[in-house]
């Protein structure tokens, strides 16, 4: 089993930026990726983007790309997510989450099954 702690997040006016981070621990040697979803209020879990954890292939929502980047650092076993040019619409709680199974690609909730708790990322127009 994988235990992931998430920080960050916090309150930014809309352009700031803001960067979070989730420390795995437990059965790491097992994780073939990370990521990192968000939900809205009154919206459904969606996906952010996600790193392959051997090869550093990242995936991500379109209306993230070049705004957002996702890292890892594996010796520290940590997924960062590095958010710029933060629009009002990205206010969501952040979930970070690992994957112990092989896809050809990682965008939907139920490849993930291990979750963080979330961390609460609030964009102020």
């Known amino acids: 089993q994988v235990r992931l702690v998430a920080s960050g997040g916090g309150l930014v006016q809309a352009g700031g930026s803001l960067s979070l981070s989730c420390t795995a621990s437990g059965r790491t040697v097992g994780i073939y990726a990370m990521g990192w979803f968000r939900q809205a209020q009154g919206n459904e879990r969606e996906f952010v983007s996600a790193?392959?954890?051997?090869?550093?292939?990242?995936y991500e929502r379109e209306s993230v790309k070049g705004r957002f980047t996702i890292s890892r650092d594996q010796a520290k076993n940590t997924v960062y997510l590095q958010m710029k040019s933060l629009k009002p619409e990205d206010t969501a709680v952040y979930y970070c989450?690992?994957?112990?199974?092989?896809?050809?690609?990682?965008?939907?909730?139920?490849?993930?099954?291990?979750w963080g708790q979330g961390t609460q990322v609030t964009v102020s127009s």
């Open positions: 989450a690992a994957s112990s199974s092989y896809y050809t690609e990682y965008d939907a909730k139920s490849q993930f099954d291990s």
């Open positions: 790193i392959r954890w051997r090869s550093g292939i990242i």
